[in-house]
């Protein structure tokens, strides 16, 4: 005869509880149990503190993080307040510059017009032209003098050439004029006028010295057009 299921049920269940009533009775049980609950409070704490570890670190960075964009920021202005100043400035030296070249432009070109004016048998070189207005002014009369000399001699053995003339590779015959004791005018006679390419000087030369200047118009000088 099959035991009605409840019935079952209900016996399974109490002889249950009678044997955790009896594990609780032993005192073995219960400091094992003791010991789990322990370990289980242990590893949740444990957890708990590395959560809250991790959320003060994380706290912590990002208020690092955020502390170090504001820095860079200030940074970043101070150095565009810096490049627009450095910009500023060198747009003004710029204009400076382009205003002193217009100026040293025009300087030159009134030069030249009161050279060709007074002296209208001679044409002139952009290279003398240069290093005749950078002359001081008692320079530039001494260099005059050879010109208007120039101007109204009959032939070349008016003017103190020195002995040997240039040859040029693109102009042709060159000749050296002594203006002074260190100063020279090179020049070339065409039919009856004279082109002036440059001047040199034994004194502080520099792009002007007499070797250069040679070279250069051995080499490199153009045509008076």
Do not use: C
């Not at 399974?12 to 009678?18: L, Q």
């Not at 020195?162 to 203006?179: A, D, W």
Request: proline share 4%; charged share 35%.
């Amino acid at each position: 005869m099959t035991m009605p299921l409840n019935r079952r049920m209900k016996r399974k269940v109490e002889r249950k509880r009678s044997r955790m009533l009896k594990k609780a009775e032993n005192p073995l049980y219960l400091l094992t149990a003791l010991k789990r609950k322990d370990k289980e409070l242990e590893v949740a704490d444990r957890e708990r503190l590395m959560f809250k570890n991790e959320r003060n670190m994380s706290y912590q960075e990002n208020e690092r993080l955020l502390k170090r964009n504001h820095q860079l920021e200030e940074e970043r202005e101070v150095q565009e307040a810096k490049f627009l100043q450095l910009q500023e400035e060198i747009e003004g030296l710029k204009a400076k510059v382009e205003e002193k070249e217009e100026r040293t432009k025009r300087s030159r070109e009134r030069v030249r017009e009161r050279l060709e004016v007074m002296y209208p048998r001679l044409a002139y070189h952009p290279h003398f032209i240069q290093a005749f207005h950078r002359l001081r002014e008692k320079e530039q009369w001494v260099f005059e003098s050879k010109l208007a000399l120039m101007e109204h001699s009959e032939s070349l053995q008016e003017l103190p050439l020195r002995p040997s003339p240039i040859k040029s590779t693109r102009v042709g015959t060159v000749y050296e004029l002594e203006v002074s004791p260190v100063f020279r005018l090179y020049f070339q006679q065409v039919d009856s006028h004279f082109h002036v390419y440059g001047l040199s000087t034994k004194k502080n030369g520099g792009s002007h010295a007499q070797d250069r200047m040679i070279q250069w118009l051995r080499t490199d000088a153009t045509a008076i057009e």
